[in-house]
């Protein structure tokens, strides 16, 4: 028993240490496995946190890009809108307060958007944040709550800052304060752009509006336009002021059923009248139209939150109103010039008429002038300083602006002293010209003969037109276009300012000038040739008054303030006209065609310069500047005054120029010295400069061609150094010289070199010679004249007076058919009788720098010339003793 109890026991012990080493064992292995675990997800920990920290900071860096990026995207669209606004805010609409000033907007443009704070967008400087835009005037009408009332004084100053003064009008209505809270505006009330309204005046003042909306519709928009914005985009004209119509604390709902039916009026039409509500701290029912702003927000920027900028200092307030007041008080600006000028240059076609703007009429409309089959002329008056020239100016930088070159020609003259249209024509100062003009003639009051070269120069035009219009059966320029594409036929317009001076003559000048005027002004309607005659003295008028058929031609007339006669009898509207104005009058003056035109200054070189500038840049390439006659210069002897004219038969004619004729093409005044008896020259008078520069530039033109043989007598001391310079010139052109001293010298020796070369006979106060010269010596003189010329021996000779040249061809009896050409100085016209085929002697009036040049192979008539000047192409007498010195 014992046995087994031992046995079992030992079993059992063996059993349990067995049991105990397997669960040793199994412990063991249990911690090896949990220890494998635990170091297993220690190391699945560290992976996790590495792998969190990865993502952490990839996530990090992705969402700082988005951030970046989504800034960088801020703040461009803010850079971007505030370069959009920019244009549209404008100086005084835009600018801070430290820097604003007033700036008026561009006519055709709405008005500038007004800057009431900023927008509170963008990481950038506070500086560079986008404005906070409200539109005002052109644009709606605004209501401030009652939390953004601060805002009220900047939008007013803002716009009464961006308009000229007296383009923006304001009406407040404020029951409580009585205005009060607007005082530093106040400057404005005396002048009346602002109005203070109490309780008792809201209904007339709702109903002012209202009828002011229904004038502007009815009158100005007149069906035309859609709005006033329009019809300054359209035309650039502003006719009517912006009126602003401020509510402050208006405690609508207890205004009657008429005031707000009246204002409901004014809500939906004043916008495109100019009319603006300004409300403040009042609900409006159903405001869609109207632009809300709060101290957070606006309804134009929905969620975009703002900040309103601190109101403007009192005294910048109070300072632009008073000089605002002043401003306007002082009277407004005449127009400029730039609202006649079209933004696109010469796009007219004169085909049918010339029609431009010129100034503003009284509906604030530009007014035109049209120059075409009718009216086909005008006249223009008014005494000194009433503003012609300016006038002129203007509708010829309108006229030129419109119309390209080929469209229009002018012809300008202008008979007063002065140079009013030179500035027209190249000059130092300004190489520049006007395209369109041919001629420019200034400082003509003496010459006369220039008005008359030019009538008959349009006259000969008129005739070349007439002929094509034959040609091609057209009645009026407009057909003669139409049927002859390639032809150039522009509309003339040729201005005479002061062209009394023209036509007040009773002699042979006025004549023909008024006969030629009568044919212009007669046919040149339909040739398009146009006149426009100006004078500022009634006697001008009063030359064509006595010509009904000329003047009814002249159906425009333009009246500066005070002209008198030029309109209708009846009417006197010029005498009722302020400055800067004129009565345009399209139907020979009656009364009921004035328009009266406020006109711009055109004549200030700053204003008219960049004008002709802008034109002179894009003229055509085959543009030349324009001929210009300044009757107080003297021209100088040109180099090559003439062009070769061949002989009749062999060789090339002996041409002797005598001076410049007085001529649309300033030609030179010459004659031929051909074998013919009789070509030979007399200079007549005592003016020794003039009749040495006649003989100098005579001599020098021949002997610059030719080689010529000269022979030389001078009998007056004091013509001795131009004759002596006269020589050292001749020489160098090859000519063979011979100075002689003795006149009897002269004519022994006349025919002693038969045939060789040309001879020019040069004798300098010939009648000097007087008693000196015995019978036989005045015989020889004679023949020299009679015969010298078929033996190519020419006498160019001064003599002092006509009786001396009558006593040396012969006394009393004498014959003048030696001497076929002449000039005469300081000779009158009776004392060229015997000369002149003309009984009595031509109509001439001696005058300073201008001969009377006769040449009977040629002329009917004598013509006037301006000898050309010498000087400058003679050696000085200094320079012939050096060169004699060192021989
Ligand atoms: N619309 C205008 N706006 C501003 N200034 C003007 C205007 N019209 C004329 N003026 C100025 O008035 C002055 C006289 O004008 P303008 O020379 O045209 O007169 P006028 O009648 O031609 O005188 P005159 O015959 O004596 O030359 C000039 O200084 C001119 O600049």
Known sequence: MAGWRTRLSQQVSADLATARGAARRLAVEAAETAEMARRAATESLEVARRKQAGLTATHRRILDHITRRAEAQIDAAVSDLAAVTAPATGAAGGSPWPQWKRVSSPRREPMWLLRMGELSVGSGDPASRPPALVGLADHSHLRLSPDAEAALPGILLRTLGSAPPGAVRLTVYDPERLGGSLAGFAPLAPCGLLGF???????????????????????????????????????????????????LSADMPEWTKEQRAQLARIRRTGVACGVHLLVVGEDLPDDTDTVAVTATHTSLTAAARIRLDTPPPKELITGTCRDIAREYSAGPQPTRLADLIPETLWTGDSSDGLTVPVGEGANGRLAELTLGDSPPHALVGGPSGSGKTNLLYAWLGALTSRYHPDELELYLLDFKEGVSFARFASGKRDPSWLPHVKLVGVNINDDREFGLALLRHLRTELRRRAEAAKRHEATKLAELRQVDENGRWPRIIAVIDEFQVLVDGRDEVSAEAVTLLEDLARRGRSQGIHLVLASQDIAGIEALWGRPSLIAQFTLRIALPKARRLLADTNTAAEEIPRFHAVVNADSGVSEANQVVRLPDASTREVWEPLQAGMWRRRPRDNDPPRLFDGDHVPLLPDNPITAVP?????????????????????????????????????????????????????????????????????????????????????????????????????????????????????????????????????????????????????????????????????????????????????????????????????????????????????????????????????????????????
């Open 647 to 887: 002989a009749a038969r062999g060789g090339e004619a002996l041409i002797a120029v005598v001076g410049q004729a007085i001529d649309v093409s300033s030609h030179a005044a010459s004659l031929r010295l051909t074998r013919t008896p009789g070509r030979n020259l007399a200079v007549l008078g005592t003016r020794a400069v003039e009749a040495c520069d006649i003989l100098a530039g005579a001599a020098l033109s021949v002997a610059r061609r030719h080689r010529v043989r000269v022979t030389l007598c001078c009998l007056d001391a004091d013509a001795a150094g131009d004759a002596y310079r006269l020589v050292a010139a001749l020489e160098e052109t090859g000519a063979v010289v011979d100075w002689q001293t003795s006149l009897s010298d002269v004519v022994a020796d006349w025919n002693h070199h038969p045939g060789e070369l040309p001879h020019l006979v040069l004798l300098y106060a010939v009648d000097a010679a007087g008693s000196s010269l015995d019978p036989v010596g005045r015989q020889r003189l004679r023949e020299m004249l009679l015969s010298g010329p078929e033996n190519r021996v020419h006498t160019l000779g001064w003599w002092r007076s006509v009786p001396r040249l009558r006593e040396d061809l012969g006394g009393f009896a004498a014959r003048f058919d030696s001497i076929d050409a002449w000039v005469a100085l300081d000779v009158q016209g009776p004392e060229l009788a015997p000369l002149s085929p003309q009984p009595g002697g031509p109509t001439w009036y001696p005058r300073a720098r201008r001969g009377l040049f006769f040449d009977r192979a040629v002329h009917r008539t004598a013509e006037v010339i301006i000898p050309y000047d010498t000087d400058s192409v003679l050696p000085t007498v200094d320079n012939l003793l050096t060169r004699e010195a060192t021989r």
């Open 197 to 247: 309204v109490g309780p008792h005046g809201l209904s007339t003042m709702l109903d002012e509006h209202v009828e002011h909306i229904r004038r502007i519709n009815a009158t100005v928009l007149a069906g035309d336009h859609a709005s006033l914005l329009d019809l300054a985009t359209a035309t650039g004209r502003r006719p009517e002021p912006w009126r602003i119509l401020v509510l």
